[in-house]
């Protein structure tokens, strides 16, 4: 039981690194994006390339996976996700799953289609109740606490947060005070792509990168962002750890199920309570 509440603590951390960039992304600027999971996969990707270059240090290589999405966040923000804001939501569903799409092919054109591994970077255990749990794992969830700590200082405390929580809160009165909101949701977009790359540079020691890894993580995202709510940082991260959790005990008795059971839980909470666009 130890293990099996470690693994669901492991994926409800990754899935909140992961998806907090696509709630602020919703909450801001109303756009789906899905995109984000392009993101996710270059990160991954840019990790295992760099691994050699950088000896092996996981975290350098991590770093550096993380700076190397932000233009291509950006390019994407500029060109294809600002010429979106205000149009219809089916707009901006189309556009990202084909940047998307070109961005898949794209990775398959430089990595090719077969499936790397990564090893654990640490590759040692603590034994807890006589149960061994991969110290990775562990630094994993106490990172995504991290996260969750710092998003919560910058949103509270600095100029930049107050401007887009308040823009969050109403976009239309934040703008009439001669605020340019558009530029600080640019910054957000760039800032959770950078997340979504750390969880893909996160994830890739416990599965496998293949350039089809990112529509996995997408959909169980969506979830994560339906259950705890666009927009609102505190629901996806409880949402985050909840559904990990689900996955998790799931698993532990009907392995076929476990993500299914998460799609359960969201198609109960839009049944109480659908999303308004």
């Known amino acids: 039981?130890?293990?099996?509440?470690?693994?669901?603590?492991?994926i409800g951390a990754i899935l909140y690194i992961i998806s907090i960039g696509l709630s602020l992304t919703f909450g801001t600027m109303r756009i789906v994006n899905f995109a984000h999971a392009l993101?996710?996969?270059?990160?991954?990707?840019?990790?295992?390339?760099?691994?050699?270059?950088?000896?092996?240090?996981?975290?350098?290589a991590a770093i550096f996976a993380v700076l190397a999405v932000i233009p291509l966040?950006?390019?994407?923000?500029?060109?294809?996700?600002?010429?979106?804001?205000?149009?219809?939501?089916?707009?901006?569903?189309?556009?990202?799953?084909?940047?998307?799409?070109?961005?898949?092919?794209?990775?398959?054109?430089?990595?090719?289609?077969?499936?790397?591994?990564?090893?654990?970077?640490?590759?040692?255990?603590?034994?807890?109740?006589?149960?061994?749990l991969p110290i990775y794992r562990l630094i994993i969830i106490l990172l995504s606490l991290l996260v969750f700590a710092a998003l919560e200082i910058f949103f509270r405390r600095t100029i930049v947060g107050k401007v887009v929580v308040a823009g969050l809160e109403d976009k239309e009165a934040t703008r009439s005070l001669g605020i340019n909101v558009d530029k600080y949701f640019?910054?957000?977009?760039?800032?959770?792509?950078?997340?979504?790359?750390?969880?893909?540079?996160?994830?890739?020691?416990?599965?496998?990168?293949?350039?089809?890894?990112?529509?996995?993580?997408?959909?169980?995202?969506?979830?994560?962002?339906?259950?705890?709510?666009?927009?609102?940082?505190?629901?996806?991260?409880?949402?985050?750890?909840?559904?990990?959790?689900?996955?998790?005990?799931t698993g532990r008795f009907w392995g076929a199920a476990s993500e299914t059971m998460v799609f359960v839980v969201m198609a109960i909470v839009l049944i109480v309570k659908p999303i308004e666009v």
């Open 1 to 10: 039981m130890i293990s099996t509440i470690a693994y669901g603590l492991t």
């Open 39 to 60: 993101v996710y996969t270059v990160g991954a990707y840019a990790l295992a390339s760099t691994l050699s270059f950088f000896g092996g240090a996981f975290i350098p």
């Open 73 to 132: 966040a950006y390019i994407i923000e500029r060109f294809v996700i600002r010429r979106l804001y205000g149009q219809s939501i089916d707009y901006a569903i189309i556009a990202t799953y084909a940047v998307l799409l070109i961005g898949v092919d794209a990775c398959k054109w430089i990595w090719g289609a077969t499936p790397i591994s990564v090893s654990d970077p640490i590759g040692a255990s603590w034994t807890i109740l006589g149960v061994d």
């Open 186 to 249: 640019s910054f957000v977009f760039i800032l959770g792509s950078c997340l979504a790359a750390l969880g893909g540079a996160l994830y890739v020691p416990i599965t496998s990168l293949h350039p089809y890894m990112g529509f996995q993580v997408l959909l169980l995202s969506f979830a994560v962002v339906i259950v705890g709510g666009m927009g609102n940082m505190r629901g996806t991260f409880v949402a985050a750890f909840a559904l990990g959790m689900v996955m998790a005990m």
